[in-house]
């Protein structure tokens, strides 16, 4: 896997897909700069060692061309702000003005292009325009897993133009690294604890960690599925009927291969959808009727504690309540908390996909984690096994 450590890019030109598609507010001012800092390292690296830094990127999805709201010339001050250096942006990312701002610049300069979206040919992956972005550098370095899953121009495409010169960024190989120490590691226990709403959405990814695992965790709604399959009243919860013989599948398969399931045996129960609700602990397998568990209860917190405080490797994905209700955020918290201690004990602990990764933000548990995910959908493709096509490119 060659990434920007294996070049020296003094003198050199790097062309580098980042992963700019930050929230703006009504004033187009940047209202979140994580990924203009998770981009940071790499732009460092290349630009103390002398080279130049021509950074794309998308924002927003723009459908009629060239549409002011959607410029990154909004973004400008704060990525000059983040660098702590003056950022040279282009009214456009491919053609002659491009060509000659970059030509203009000096080693250590960062060149910023205009939204790639404004050209179709982006999404469509269109080979010539993927030329044209080749144009502007001597090395592509692809720093954006947010966009790694998806085969456009400036993600996957350009990268043949470089039959050598191509590599991850510094944010990408975290990504792959952390990935491939859950995936693939030789430590062991491997736990992961899965949440969320639907078995129906985590399907996918089952059936892939069965084989890397030895502990699976499951929470969230998606638990009611597996516990109504084991003969289970679980009352008004959320539940996928045609769903049933598939989480007895899942259970069959876990056993087959040695895996240990463990499903909450208690749950926070509640008369509504709401924070005003009435609520009371119950076995998860005994929801009176018109009630729904909407959190796990304390003796499943207290099982998934030691499961998590045993573990070597942890991937945490998806919530184990609805913590976007106070009420029923304490599963979510606690498990937070047991992971955090568990990580500074020395287990790995890897953040990925949608919920989890913000609800660990939102509850202020994010340093405390070895490594949280910046990409929700592209890291849900790498858990179901996919080569992802931005990925694969650099390997080629
Ligand atoms: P997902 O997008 O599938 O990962 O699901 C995340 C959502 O699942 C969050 O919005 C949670 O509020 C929701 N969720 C977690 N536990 C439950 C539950 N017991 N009942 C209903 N929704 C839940």
Redesign the pocket.
């Known amino acids: 896997m060659k990434t920007i450590n294996d070049f020296n890019f003094q003198g050199k030109k790097a062309i580098i897909r980042v992963d700019f598609n930050v929230p703006l507010n009504e004033l187009f001012q940047v209202t979140d700069d994580n990924r203009i800092l998770a981009a940071k390292p790499t732009i460092d690296k290349i630009t103390n060692e002398g080279g130049i830094a021509v950074l794309m990127s998308h924002l927003g999805r723009p459908k009629n061309g060239k549409e002011d709201k959607f410029s990154l010339r909004h973004i400008v001050s704060k990525v000059e702000e983040v660098l702590g250096k003056k950022v040279y942006f282009v009214e456009d990312c491919i053609g002659e003005e491009v060509a000659k701002v970059i030509g203009q610049a000096q080693p250590g300069e960062v060149v910023l292009l205009e939204n790639l979206r404004f050209y179709n040919e982006e999404e469509a992956g269109d080979v010539d325009f993927a030329k044209q972005l080749a144009q502007h550098g001597d090395i592509y370095v692809n720093d954006a897993f947010g966009t790694a899953h998806r085969a456009h121009a400036s993600t996957t495409i350009v990268a043949q133009f470089f039959p050598q010169d191509k590599c991850f960024g510094s944010l990408l190989a975290k990504e792959i690294e952390s990935i491939d120490k859950v995936l693939n590691s030789s430590e062991k226990p491997v736990t992961a604890v899965l ?4 078995v129906s ?1 985590k399907i996918t990814i089952i059936e892939n960690i069965l084989d890397k695992i030895d502990h699976m965790i499951i929470g ?2 998606m638990m009611f599925t597996f516990i109504k399959a084991l003969g289970g009243k679980i009352g008004n ?2 539940v996928e009927d045609d769903k049933i013989q598939l989480a007895l599948d899942i259970l069959e398969k876990a056993k087959q291969k040695g895996v240990q399931i463990h499903i909450p045996v208690d749950v926070v129960a509640a008369d509504a959808f709401s924070n005003d609700a009435n609520t009371q602990i119950v076995d998860a397998n005994e929801i009176p009727d018109g009630w729904q ?2 959190d796990v209860g304390t003796k499943t917190l207290e099982n998934f504690a030691k499961v998590v405080a045993d573990s070597k490797i942890i991937l945490w994905n ?2 184990l ?4 209700l106070e009420k029923f955020a304490k599963g979510t918290i606690e498990l937070g908390n047991y992971i955090s201690k568990a990580t500074a004990n020395g287990t790995f602990s890897l953040v990925g996909g ?2 989890s990764v913000a609800a660990v933000k939102q509850f202020g548990l994010e340093k405390q984690m070895s490594y949280v995910s910046t990409g929700g959908g592209a890291m849900l493709e790498m858990l179901e096994g996919r080569v992802l096509p931005g990925i694969d490119a650099i390997l080629k």
Not at 321 to 324: A, D, H, I, K, R
Request: hydrophobic share 20%; glycine share 42%; aromatic share 6%.
């Open positions: 949440g969320g709403s639907k959405s969230g709604g919860s959320i568990g909407l998806g919530p309540g609805v913590f976007e949608g919920d």
